[in-house]
């Protein structure tokens, strides 16, 4: 995998796992006033929501590089089977 590929994967991953912690320790206003949405959250914690993406993604790509390096999941023979 080249330098290239891997900050792509990396950025991949990093971005879903950040979508999925986002909603993660939300709490929101209990007593709406004007110009505020019923639905905004008192604390938002997005660094601390971005440290926990990075540290999670960077487990997962460890275990994606292993496994596209080491060929344990080969796409070029995939790519072969389907064309048969």
Not at 39 to 47: E, I, T
Not at 51 to 75: D, G, R
């Given at each position: 995998?080249?330098?290239?590929?891997?900050?792509?994967?990396?950025?991949?991953?990093?971005?879903?796992?950040?979508?999925?912690?986002?909603?993660?320790?939300?709490?929101?206003?209990?007593?709406?006033?004007n110009g505020s949405m019923p639905?905004?959250?008192?604390?938002?914690?997005l660094k601390k929501k971005a440290?926990?993406?990075?540290?999670?993604?960077?487990?997962?790509?460890?275990?994606a590089y292993f496994i596209i390096?080491?060929?344990?999941?080969?796409?070029?023979?995939?790519?072969?089977?389907?064309?048969?």
């Amino acid at each position: 995998m080249n330098p290239f590929s891997a900050i792509v994967v990396f950025v991949l991953i990093w971005w879903m796992v950040f979508f999925c912690t986002l909603p993660f320790g939300i709490t929101n206003i209990e007593k709406s006033e004007n110009g505020s949405m019923p639905g905004a959250p008192v604390k938002h914690g997005l660094k601390k929501k971005a440290i926990i993406a990075t540290t999670i993604s960077a487990v997962l790509w460890v275990v994606a590089y292993f496994i596209i390096t080491s060929n344990l999941l080969s796409f070029h023979d995939m790519a072969l089977k389907m064309r048969m």
